[in-house]
């Protein structure tokens, strides 16, 4: 079974510049999940889709950061303009809900990351 | 406001060792404490968990200690192996499963 996979791996930009990172859930998983790691600080949730539609984004910093996820399937994570605070590694996580707790099935499985640099 | 807090920041320990890492929360509604070991380039994977109604889980050479009342909850890797060098996150899952993480520990075995 593939994993959840992250593109692109890093990215380098200019402040004012635009990023778009992509996630591909594993598949039939119809939660995912957006955190970002500031270096040295926690994992901290962004926002959370079931299926196409945002169910929770309490975590979105501000609206430069615009997260969609047409179909259900993959999502994409834009960050217009960029800023240097916005550097950091952005996660992607996927699970599958409705299961017992611990079951293991429900467990978010994350991607490798995306690391971000604004300069 | 850091609802999980974990400490220390890095450890060293020596091969055969033991590796203690500690997390504290605040929000009682937390339901679920998982820990995520990841090594560089990886993203996070879930290495063992508890549910706040279990005072101790043992997998393998890896065991969370919880306490409820003091709402503390601690990883113990017993005889570490260098292959257990890596950043280890506590995490307590709330609402829809969204998960709080603590700023991590990165751990390094030495022979």
């Known amino acids: 079974e593939a994993g959840v996979t992250q593109f692109p791996s890093h990215s380098v930009i200019e402040k004012g510049q635009t990023v778009t990172l992509r996630c591909d859930p594993i598949s039939g998983h119809d939660n995912l999940y957006w955190y970002r790691r500031v270096m040295g600080k926690e994992i901290k949730f962004l926002l959370h889709?079931?299926?196409?539609?945002?169910?929770?984004e309490s975590g979105m910093p501000n609206n430069r950061f615009l997260a969609e996820r047409t179909g259900g399937t993959y999502s994409t994570l834009k960050v217009q303009p960029a800023e240097l605070e916005d550097s950091g590694v952005y996660f992607c996580?996927?699970?599958?809900?409705?299961?017992?707790?611990?079951?293991?099935?429900?467990?978010?499985?994350f991607g490798a990351g995306s690391r971000l640099t604004v300069l | 406001q850091q609802q999980v807090k974990q400490s220390p920041q890095s450890l060293i320990v020596q091969k055969g060792g033991i590796s203690i890492i500690n997390c504290a929360y605040e929000?009682?509604?937390?339901?679920?404490f998982p820990w995520y070991q990841q090594f560089p380039g990886k993203g996070p994977a879930l290495l063992i968990a508890?549910?706040?109604?279990?005072s101790e889980k043992k997998e393998g050479r890896f065991t969370i200690s919880f306490n409820k009342s003091a709402k503390q909850f601690s990883l113990h890797i017993m005889d570490s192996q260098p292959g257990d060098s890596a950043t280890y996150f506590c995490?307590?899952?709330?609402?829809?499963?969204?998960?709080?993480f603590g700023t991590g520990t990165q751990l390094k075995v030495e022979l």
């Open positions: 889709f079931v299926k196409e539609s945002k169910q929770d």
């Open positions: 508890i549910r706040p109604d279990v």
């Open positions: 995490a307590a899952r709330g609402g829809g499963n969204k998960l709080t």
């Open positions: 929000n009682t509604a937390f339901d679920y």
């Open positions: 996580a996927s699970s599958q809900e409705g299961l017992p707790l611990l079951s293991g099935a429900n467990v978010l499985t």
